[in-house]
C-alpha cells in the first residue's frame, strides 16, 4: 500500500486468484503488455486469497480484475480477460492523462474490449 503512494509511475494492479483459469489465460497477455510498456508503467499481480483485506479495500469481487492507479490514486479498472493490445492502449490512454491526475479526480474509461 506504501507502494501505491509513494510510486511516481503509472501503476498496474492485477487482483489474481490460483484458482481462477482466466488469470492463468491472461498472465502472457499481461507479461506481453508489460513488455511493451516498458519502465515507465510498475505492474503489480496480488493474490486475492492471501491480500483479503486489500482485495475487499478495492472492492474486488471477481478475478482478474486489473486496477489502474496514478500517483498513488486508483483512477480505472476493468474486470475478466484483456488482451495486450487492449491493455497497453488503455495504459497508453491514462498514461497521458496522468499529469493531470491530482488526489481524488478519476478518469473515466468505458472497456468494452471492441475496436
Known sequence: LDLLR??????????WSPGCSVCKEVEPEVLKAQKELGPDTLFMRI??????????RYQ??????????????????AVGYI?????????KDLIRHSASC?????VSY??????
Open 6 to 15: 509513494k510510486e511516481k509511475r503509472f501503476i498496474v494492479v492485477e487482483f
Open 102 to 106: 491530482p488526489p481524488g479526480k478519476r
Open 60 to 77: 474486488i469481487t471477481g478475478t482478474p480484475t486489473f486496477v489502474y492507479f496514478c500517483k498513488g490514486d486508483k483512477i480505472g479498472g
Open 83 to 91: 488482451n495486450a493490445t487492449v491493455l497497453r492502449n488503455t495504459v
Open 110 to 115: 468505458e472497456m468494452d474490449g471492441y475496436g
Open 47 to 56: 493474490n486475492t486469497d492471501h491480500n483479503t483485506q486489500l482485495a475487499s
